[in-house]
């Protein structure tokens, strides 16, 4: 992706942070924000250097060295987490808020479009052999409270948060690895949790301590924000995107056409493209590496008929049969957009 000076200029002097990571587009000036370009989420594994950041304001990541977790008496260093059976999930991490800037009427926050999302190899302890080995698991602990490391500015609440116990049980990670590699600053070093099918606010980084309780966290973060429909928003909804398409073809001339799926369920049952408004859809092909919650990488052959100017919509299904809208579902914090997502193409003669 090259970057022209101005843009460079504008990471240099933006975010610190983003200076390792120059591909991304920072969003904002305060907390650390950016985005891939849609066109360099080409690859299965996302890697570090590209994959987003959100972060609600400028982070505070804990000192690595007199680091522990504690739940709550009990505390682990990261070598003692290191002795535990380890964990490993690919799977998607998306902001619930990712393509927030495309909803119309639009909302206020961060004005994401289509790269608030990535997917990448996480690696630790599940979640349950930590609490277990912490004392055990209370039956009446439904809640696992989650605290990290970062500050608030002045009176800005917290990021206090909390998830359904059963979930955290099920298949979440405390992960200190990310693509083979030690967390970074920005993806929350040294401990992060791993949610997978579920949006990023659930994935706390910095994480300094954990306590099972009977209530759910309360506050801004969980009684205002990340609610959708009226209820806590946990899964991420069906969607694909095209990141590679031309801009120019010729009729008659076939088109490699590609993107990648995913869900909140755990796997992607197909992908289809149409270039006649939604009428008729073709099948793409799914690469054929996969994970639960993990995204799908597809191709497709495009043949364009007559120059002109022709649309590309591609639409996903689930595994659980979901398909993906036309329209996205309009909310006032503009969460999980997921409409058809399309490209134009110029077809010459
Ligand atoms: N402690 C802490 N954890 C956090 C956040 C935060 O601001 N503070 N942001 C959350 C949100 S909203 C998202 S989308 C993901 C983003 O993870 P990433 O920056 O590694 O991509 O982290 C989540 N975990
Ligand atoms: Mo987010």
Not at 37 to 66: A, G, M, N, Q
Not at 83 to 109: F, S
Not at 202 to 207: C, D, Y
Not at 298 to 321: E, I, K, Q, V
Request: hydrophobic fraction near 40%; charge should be positive; glycine fraction near 8%.
């Amino acid at each position: 992706m090259p970057l022209d000076r101005r843009e460079f200029l504008r990471f240099a002097v933006a975010a610190p942070l983003a200076a390792t990571q120059p591909h991304l587009l920072q969003m904002n000036g305060y907390p650390q924000n950016a985005e891939t370009p849609l066109e360099l989420l080409t690859d299965y594994i996302t890697p570090i250097s590209l994959f987003f950041v959100r972060s609600h304001w400028i982070p505070h990541p804990p000192d690595l060295k007199s680091w522990k977790l504690a739940v709550d008496d009990t505390t682990f260093t990261l070598a003692e987490l290191k002795t535990m059976p380890r964990a490993e999930a690919t799977c998607v991490l998306q902001c619930a808020g990712n393509g927030r800037g495309l909803h119309n009427p639009i909302v206020p926050g961060v004005q994401w479009r289509y790269g608030a999302v990535g997917n990448a190899r996480w690696r630790g302890v599940r979640v349950k052999d930590v609490l277990e080995r912490a004392g055990g698991i209370k039956p009446e602990a439904k809640h696992l409270h989650l605290f990290g490391s970062d500050v608030p500015p002045g009176k800005v609440p917290p990021f206090h948060r909390s998830i359904e116990m059963e979930k955290a049980l099920d298949d979440c990670i405390l992960a200190w690895e990310m693509n083979g590699e030690p967390l970074t600053a920005a993806h929350g070093a040294p401990l992060r949790l791993v949610v997978p099918g579920w949006a990023g606010d659930h994935w706390m980084k910095w994480l300094v301590r954990l306590s099972p309780r009977v209530e759910a966290q309360t506050g801004f973060y969980m009684d205002t924000a990340y609610r959708y429909e009226g209820k806590p928003l946990t899964e991420i909804a069906v969607k694909s995107n095209i990141t590679t398409a031309p801009r120019r073809a010729r009729a008659g001339k076939a088109q490699t056409i590609r993107g990648f799926a995913f869900s909140g369920a755990p796997d992607v049952e197909k992908v289809e493209i149409s270039d006649d408004d939604g009428a008729t859809w073709s099948a793409a092909a799914l690469d054929p590496r996969h994970a639960p919650h993990a995204w799908r990488l597809w191709s497709y052959s495009w043949t364009p008929r007559t120059p002109g100017a022709a649309r590309l919509f591609a639409r996903a299904t689930d595994s659980r049969g979901v398909a993906q809208p036309r329209e996205a579902v309009w909310n006032p914090s503009g969460y999980i957009y997921n409409a058809w997502h399309s490209v134009d193409v110029e077809v010459t003669a």
